[in-house]
C-alpha cells in the first residue's frame, strides 16, 4: 500500500541544489565534474554574487560564485558528498529545493542525462 507520503515524494522527482564557491575556477571544476559524472543535468554558473554571513563569531562578506545544480531528488545525497570531496570550504553551501513543476520536455532530459 503506497502511503500519501510516498505519493507526494515520488512526485519530488526533480530536485535544483544551490551551492557557492570562492570562484569561478572552483565552480567551473565542480560544474565540469558533476555533469561528466552524471550527478546533474546541467550546472549553471552565476559570478559575482556577494554572501553576507556570520562565520566563527564574526560578520563576513565575500565574493562568491553561485552553482545552480538541476539533477534527480535521488542523486541529493551523492551528490552532496561529490561536492564536499572536490569543495575548498570547510562547510560548504548545499541546499536542495525541490521542483514541483516544469518543462516536461525538460524534466525528462534530466532524467535522460542523469540516468
Known amino acids: 500500500m503506497t502511503t500519501e507520503y510516498q505519493e507526494y515524494e515520488e512526485e519530488l522527482r526533480y530536485s535544483v541544489l544551490f551551492c557557492t564557491t570562492k570562484d ?7 560544474a565540469r ?3 561528466e559524472g552524471r550527478l546533474a543535468a546541467c550546472v549553471s ?3 559575482g554574487v556577494v554572501s553576507v554571513f556570520t562565520w566563527k563569531g ?3 562578506e565575500a565574493k562568491e560564485c553561485l ?3 538541476k539533477s ?3 542523486l541529493i545525497e551523492p551528490l552532496i558528498q561529490r561536492i564536499k570531496s572536490l569543495h575548498s570550504y570547510d562547510v560548504p553551501e548545499i541546499i536542495a ?6 518543462n516536461s ?11
Do not use: N, S
Not at 105 to 115: K, N, Q, S
Open 24 to 30: 569561478e575556477a572552483e565552480a567551473q571544476k565542480i
Open 33 to 35: 565534474d558533476l555533469v
Open 45 to 47: 554558473m552565476v559570478k
Open 58 to 60: 564574526a560578520l563576513d
Open 67 to 69: 552553482l545552480i545544480i
Open 72 to 74: 534527480r531528488t535521488d
Open 97 to 102: 529545493l525541490p521542483v514541483t513543476d516544469g
Open 105 to 115: 520536455a525538460y524534466l525528462d532530459w534530466i532524467e535522460e542525462v542523469t540516468g
